[in-house]
């Protein structure tokens, strides 16, 4: 969720900031007339551009087309009278745009973006495949180092090999202190 607000956040500011901003300039007298530029072609165009700049990066995500009509709502709503069916329509309108935006992002400026992420994908598909091959040379390397069935690394034909050999001096007396203290005469 974090990541989508950092790469959301720069485009809804400018967003938010368009649509709140150019009514403005048509509060005066001499521009009211002019009312319906901002509605037919600013708005729409800034969320055609704003989510076309944003698709060639990111790729499609349709969430991104909701800012345009969230970011009218209070502009509709200080403006130009709150809820009525122009009003309504307008938002069904610049949602519309976002989405179109969308799309000739990921067309018309996309490429780079999809050719960055086919560099990726085959990157992570080497290393995949060469960490397969390690992983079956390990396999093989154990498989023909075990002399058992089992797992266990010991050594067990070094050791065996010392067990038929005479006891020395230096033993029997181990074996004396070992027979005294199983005998319980401590």
Do not use: W
Request: charged fraction near 25%.
């Amino acid at each position: 969720m974090n990541g989508m607000i950092k790469k959301y956040l720069p485009y809804a500011v400018t967003i938010f900031a368009i649509y709140l901003i150019t009514p403005l300039l048509f509060r005066n007298s001499a521009m009211s007339n002019f009312v319906s530029v901002a509605f037919y072609f600013i708005f729409p165009g800034t969320a055609i551009a704003s989510s076309a700049i944003y698709c060639s990066k990111y790729g499609l995500d349709f969430l991104f087309a909701l800012i345009a009509p969230i970011a009218y709502i209070p502009s509709m709503l200080i403006y130009y009278g709150g809820f009525n069916l122009p009003n309504i329509i307008l938002l069904a309108v610049y949602l519309v745009a976002g989405i179109f935006g969308l799309f000739v992002g990921d067309i018309a400026l996309g490429d780079k973006r999809r050719k960055k992420e086919a560099e990726e994908k085959a990157e992570a598909e080497a290393l995949m495949l060469e960490a397969k091959r390690r992983d079956e040379i390990e396999r093989e390397k154990r498989e023909s180092s075990q002399s058992y069935d089992d797992n266990d690394d010991f050594d067990y034909d070094k050791y065996l090999s010392d067990i038929d050999k005479p006891v020395s001096g230096t033993d029997a007396e181990i074996d004396d202190i070992l027979s005294e203290y199983g005998s319980g005469k401590h």
